[in-house]
């Protein structure tokens, strides 16, 4: 059973970047896919990226693309998101989960596993 521990929110201005990072226990981690969801106030949790148990073929949102990079370190069982050129739409809680399933998942629904998330908010 893998646990999901985020950290690295804040508050940061328009044109601003973050790294969010989260920590995993388990010795699952490393052939679990991970990804990163966020959640608005009054909009349904959205796919922000993911990335294999590999580390390769990373995905993004387009609202993201260009912006965000996701990696993972399994040595560390840890996985990052790098937030760059913040924008305030970016505001959420942002959260890290682990899926058992092949390849990359955009879904919800495919990871069993959640963080219990870290706030992002990004002024104008």
């Known amino acids: 059973q893998v646990q999901l521990v985020e950290s690295g929110g804040g508050l940061v201005q328009t044109g601003g970047s973050l790294r969010l990072s989260c920590a995993a226990s388990?010795?699952?981690?490393?052939?679990?896919?991970m990804g990163w969801f966020r959640q608005a106030p009054g909009k349904e949790r959205e796919f922000v990226s993911a990335i294999t148990w590999s580390g390769g073929t990373p995905y993004y949102a387009d609202s993201v693309k260009g912006r965000f990079t996701i990696s993972r370190d399994n040595a560390k069982n840890t996985v990052y998101l790098q937030m760059n050129s913040l924008k305030p739409e970016d505001t959420a809680v942002y959260y890290c989960?682990?899926?058992?399933?092949?390849?990359?998942?955009?879904?919800?629904?495919?990871?069993?596993?959640w963080g219990q998330g870290t706030q992002v908010t990004v002024s104008s």
């Open positions: 989960a682990a899926s058992s399933r092949i390849g990359v998942q955009q879904s919800p629904t495919a990871y069993a596993t």
């Open positions: 388990g010795r699952t981690f490393s052939r679990q896919a």
